[in-house]
């Protein structure tokens, strides 16, 4: 059962959705070579501390910290650590979220540690975030899930890859939706599934986490003994970009985008639906 938002509770979730915008542009400055992904986790936490919001990911099935922090090989749900510390070179893909009077946001993004990154590196944080966008703009009144799942894997498809070869969209992992839960039906596929037909129409008031997650090599991937962190199988270097997304009357709203994704999206000839918080 796929849950339905009125207008009152997407503004409840935009709330939410700039606090997690807030958290990506602390961390992201404190993404810096012989920082700890500790020391990230305490700055989220700062964050969310100044904003009366609670986190989402903390004691999440047992998860046992504020974000997750993914470095290099590690796909998704790296926990924080004092014994992790960036090395210029590095990619740091960042997951956190928040609650706001019961209301959830949900993003991720990656990150550059210090500098001298192999150009495949840049390439491919570029086509996982260009393919969210795309994904994004697919939320329109009258398409369905599908057709969202359908834009992200075309976009990566159609970008060479340097060196050759093709990039592994991961199979195991994907987007979903969110609300008073941070994982909610629909659970959104980066690539097309027959097997799982179309899934249900976009409507007003659907709200979707979408998140792309591309490696260099491999789709596949494995979970470490710690049972949360998740490496590609072939230990190739992976990116993960994610935004909550609300489709109103007027259009897509990003929640946790700070222009609610008014620029990306006219790039892709899509008027973002207006803030309700502006």
Request: aromatic content about 4%.
């Given at each position: 059962m796929v849950q339905i938002k009125t207008p009152e509770q997407i503004a409840k979730m935009r709330e939410a959705g700039l606090v997690v915008a807030a958290i990506h542009a602390a961390t992201r400055e404190a993404a810096v070579p012989g920082a700890t992904t500790r020391d990230l986790d305490q700055v989220a936490r700062k964050v969310l501390a100044e904003h009366d919001a609670k986190p989402n990911f903390l004691g999440y099935g047992g998860f046992p910290a504020t974000i997750c922090t993914s470095v290099n090989e590690v796909v998704v749900h790296g926990i924080p650590s004092d014994e992790v510390v960036l090395k210029d070179g590095d990619i740091i893909s960042i997951d956190c979220g928040a609650i706001i009077d019961g209301w959830h946001g949900d993003a991720a993004y990656t990150a550059f540690v210090g500098s001298g990154h192999a150009p495949e590196l840049l390439e491919l944080s570029r086509v996982t975030e260009e393919s969210m966008w795309a994904g994004i703009a697919a939320m329109k009144q009258g398409n369905r899930l599908v057709?969202?799942?359908?834009?992200?894997?075309?976009?990566?498809?159609?970008?060479?890859?340097?060196?050759?070869?093709?990039?592994?969209?991961?199979?195991?992992?994907?987007?979903?939706?969110?609300?008073?839960?941070?994982?909610?039906?629909?659970?959104?596929?980066?690539?097309?599934?027959?097997?799982?037909?179309?899934?249900?129409?976009?409507?007003?008031?659907?709200?979707?986490?979408?998140?792309?997650?591309?490696?260099?090599?491999?789709?596949?991937t494995e979970v470490l003994s710690d049972d949360w962190t998740v490496i590609t199988t072939d230990g190739t270097w992976s990116s993960h970009w994610e935004h909550s997304v609300a489709l109103t009357d007027e259009?897509?709203?990003?929640?946790?985008?700070?222009?609610?994704?008014?620029?990306?999206?006219?790039?892709?000839?899509?008027?973002?639906?207006?803030?309700?918080?502006?």
């Open positions: 057709d969202v799942s359908r834009a992200i894997e075309t976009y990566i498809r159609r970008q060479p890859k340097p060196g050759g070869g093709r990039y592994g969209i991961i199979e195991d992992y994907g987007g979903h939706g969110i609300g008073t839960e941070m994982h909610m039906d629909p659970h959104l596929l980066n690539y097309v599934d027959r097997r799982r037909g179309k899934g249900p129409k976009l409507v007003t008031g659907f709200c979707l986490a979408i998140e792309p997650m591309v490696s260099l090599g491999t789709p596949r259009g897509p709203l990003v929640l946790t985008a700070p222009d609610g994704g008014r620029a990306k999206l006219a790039e892709h000839g899509v008027t973002a639906a207006p803030d309700p918080l502006a």
